[in-house]
């Protein structure tokens, strides 16, 4: 079955940087678009980024562009998530998502992962 | 970006009883662009309902979504208690970016 396992969070300090990683596995991981939500403690959803199948196209949330690159590696299925400059407002479970649909991008999600948690914190 | 406002923020139910959440977007997110997901605590979301009204695979016919527009409903006839969670919806008309409501949370009275 489809799954989605996240990586690499943990507690940084402010301005530091962190490496996420969303391992794939159950379906064919270069016909599908990933996305990334956030949910800081005790709060809802919040969407953060997006790349599509071949890695062609990337979209980010204002309130992380310039500081998060998006990456996927289709022959390891796994894709990464490069978080820089970061600050306390980044603090949150971070869960890769996969679209719903072959070669699409922005559409819904019906497989998640179970989140990573990731601290900015001094 | 499409705003979703969702209502009532908490909704106090008891088990056989019937549920209607709401949301409502701040434009048109087109016919059927609107995906509902349920939540745990300490679990990720699972998705529930997509394209407004199509139940995702193995949800139990108890849920059905309805709405276009600007208004949409997540209707569950008779609570059972493993459906006490919170709920969200997540616009895809205009994506990206994609957009969810801050969330309904359902709790037992």
């Known amino acids: 079955q489809v799954q989605l396992v996240e990586s690499g969070g943990g507690v940084v300090q402010p301005g530091g940087s962190l490496r996420l990683s969303c391992a794939a596995s159950g379906f064919t991981f270069s016909t599908y678009g990933i996305q990334w939500v956030r949910q800081a403690p005790g709060k809802g959803l919040e969407w953060v980024a997006v790349i599509s199948y071949d890695g062609s196209a990337k979209h980010f949330a ?20 490069q978080m820089d400059s970061l600050r306390p407002e980044d603090t949150a479970v971070y869960y890769c998502a996969k679209e719903s649909v072959v070669y699409h991008s922005g559409w819904y999600f019906d497989s998640w992962g179970q989140g990573t948690l990731v601290t900015v914190s001094s | 970006d499409i705003v979703l ?26 016919s059927r662009y609107l995906a509902w997901y349920q939540q745990k605590p300490g679990q990720a979301p699972r998705l529930l309902i997509y394209h407004t009204s199509s139940r995702a695979t193995g949800i139990p016919d108890r849920f059905s979504g309805s709405g276009s527009g600007t208004d949409f409903t997540l209707t569950i006839s008779r609570l059972e208690p493993e459906d006490f969670a919170v709920y969200y919806c997540q616009q895809y008309g205009y994506s990206p970016p994609t957009t969810f409501g801050q969330g309904t949370k359902m709790e037992i009275k």
């Not at chain 1, 204002?62 to 998530?81: A, E, H």
């Not at chain 2, 406002?5 to 087109?30: F, I, M």
């Open chain 1, 62 to 81: 204002d309130s992380v562009r310039g500081r998060f690159t998006l990456s996927r590696d289709n022959s390891k299925n796994t894709l990464y998530l």
């Open chain 2, 5 to 30: 406002t969702q209502s009532p923020d908490t909704l106090s139910l008891s088990p056989g009883e019937r549920a209607t959440l709401s949301c409502r977007a701040s434009q048109s997110v087109g």
